[in-house]
């Protein structure tokens, strides 16, 4: 079973900031990775597909990057509405199934 | 554009059979390659995938769950569903069903607003 694990925890930052956000799988899921976005009572929203690849509709100030164990989200330059929770999401086609990462919160500091 | 809502009773009592029914609208369940899933999580915490399916009726379960879940599709009303049995308090979640798409890479990229059930006597 893949395990995915998500650093921080938490990160305070300040609207304007450039936000890192830390995916890191316990082996190899290629480039098998997705994020989401997720604000308080909404559902999540889907932000990055294949590692690297933005969803549609979702601003260039997102970026995703790596491949195998590790990878990123990047949050440029952070908008007042950027402030949400932020899931990874890894498929694996045997067994076909998804795993999600415990979350990082990003929140106003 | 495709919208989903999921649909069920918000309380349900241990030991008995959860069941939710997502609704598809503005495009047909069948059309394209899509499977379609469910999703829980309970107040506060992360995202669980309970399971998916493909429209020709194959199913996958996370191995967690998957001695007591079933998911279905009914084609002909643009709807699938969720049955969980043997249902405990840490049933109790937000359950959303959502799209798995190939154009994304079989990212999950419409998802329904989530519904409560509470799991209480």
């Known amino acids: 079973e893949i395990v995915l694990t998500q650093s921080p925890a938490t990160l305070s930052l300040s609207p304007g900031e450039r936000a890192t956000l830390s995916c890191r799988a316990s082996q190899s899921v290629s480039s098998y990775l997705a994020w989401y976005q997720q604000k308080p009572g909404q559902a999540p929203r889907l932000l990055i597909y294949d590692a690297s690849n933005r969803a549609t509709g979702i601003p260039a100030r997102f970026s995703g990057s790596g491949s195998g164990t590790d990878f990123t989200l990047t949050i440029s330059s952070l908008e007042p509405e950027d402030f949400a929770v932020y899931y990874c999401q890894q498929r694996s086609n045997w067994p076909p199934r998804f795993t999600f990462g415990p979350g990082t919160k990003v929140d106003i500091k | 554009q495709v919208q989903l809502q999921e649909s069920g009773p918000g309380l349900v009592k241990p030991s008995q059979t959860l069941s939710l029914t997502c609704t598809v609208s503005?495009?047909?369940?069948?059309?394209?390659?899509?499977?379609w899933s469910w999703i829980r999580q309970p107040a506060g915490k992360g995202l669980e995938w309970i399971g998916r399916?493909?429209?020709?009726?194959?199913?996958n379960y996370n191995p967690s769950l998957k001695s007591r879940v079933t998911i279905s599709v009914d084609t002909s009303k643009n709807q699938f569903s969720l049955k969980l049995s043997s249902v405990t308090a840490a049933d109790t979640a937000v359950y959303y069903c959502a799209r798995v798409s190939e154009d994304t890479a079989w990212g999950m990229d419409v998802w329904g607003q989530g519904t409560t059930v509470t799991v209480s006597s």
């Open positions: 503005g495009g047909s369940i069948s059309s394209g390659s899509y499977y």
């Open positions: 399916i493909y429209t020709s009726g194959s199913t």
